[in-house]
């Protein structure tokens, strides 16, 4: 498992020096069969490509499909967003995965709208998530998936996400999440400084799961839960809390 690991941050740090970003994405699938070729097989299953694979691909706190590239909480939530008959309607995801953003883009169900700020995401638009510029009960579903650890205004990004959200819709929100409280300190610019505090280099806070629930009430949501999901090794699953929200 170690050695794949290895190899597939080798591979992948090569392919981005040589290849340009736009191609390397537009021909992901194709690239990814030629190196997950030796890994089909029946003990696992990716809820997102639906390939048989033989063993997930170990990489840092995580689990990756060698097909799709799909990562835990997004097989996950595509499994969920499937299994809750979810994907209707007009969908607001923000800063998509890519193997979920084909899937999305294609279904002939949604109007789907996929959106990143800072352009680092195939996404059709650019939406500050502080001012989405829409009407009101817009969205019938919004993904919501690790976006406001990175928002200093994050009050103001949830009315946001309450006012576009039509009623009886729902939105799917994640973040990394502590025990205690939140930490917050906007004292802390720097990357190295962001590093440090709330472990990541562009992340303003750290969330508890109480603590969300509360702010998320506090900007809208009165119907809001966390669910915690238990780890399934078939599906390459972690133990997960997401909360969701409805209006």
Do not use: W
Request: one cysteine or more; a positive charge; hydrophobic letters at 35%.
């Amino acid at each position: 498992m170690l050695y794949f690991s290895g190899m597939y941050q080798t591979l992948k740090k090569v392919a981005l020096s040589l290849v340009p970003k736009k191609i390397l994405f537009e021909h992901e699938i194709f690239f990814r069969s030629i190196f997950a070729f030796h890994f089909g097989g029946k003990n696992h299953e990716c809820t997102v490509c639906a390939k048989g694979i033989k063993k997930f691909i170990k990489i840092p706190d995580d689990l990756l499909c060698p097909f799709c590239g799909s990562r835990s909480r997004t097989r996950r939530l595509y499994s969920f967003l499937n299994s809750k008959d979810l994907l209707h309607g007009k969908v607001l995801h923000f800063s998509p995965s890519r193997s979920v953003f084909r899937l999305l883009k294609k279904n002939p169900k949604i109007y789907y709208f996929s959106t990143d700020y800072e352009d680092e995401f195939i996404a059709e638009y650019h939406y500050d998530i502080t001012q989405i510029p829409l009407e009101k009960d817009f969205f019938d579903l919004i993904i919501c998936y690790h976006i406001l650890e990175h928002i200093e205004d994050d009050k103001k990004a949830m009315s946001e996400l309450y006012r576009v959200l039509k009623k009886n819709g729902t939105c799917i929100i994640q973040t990394p999440f502590k025990t205690g409280a939140i930490y917050e300190d906007f004292s802390k610019k720097t990357p190295k400084e962001r590093l440090k505090a709330f472990g990541q280099e562009d992340h303003v806070r750290v969330y508890s799961v109480d603590g969300l629930l509360e702010r998320l009430d506090e900007n809208g949501f009165k119907k809001i839960e966390a669910k915690t999901f238990p780890p399934n090794e078939r599906y390459g699953f972690m133990e997960e809390t997401v909360l969701i929200g409805k209006k």
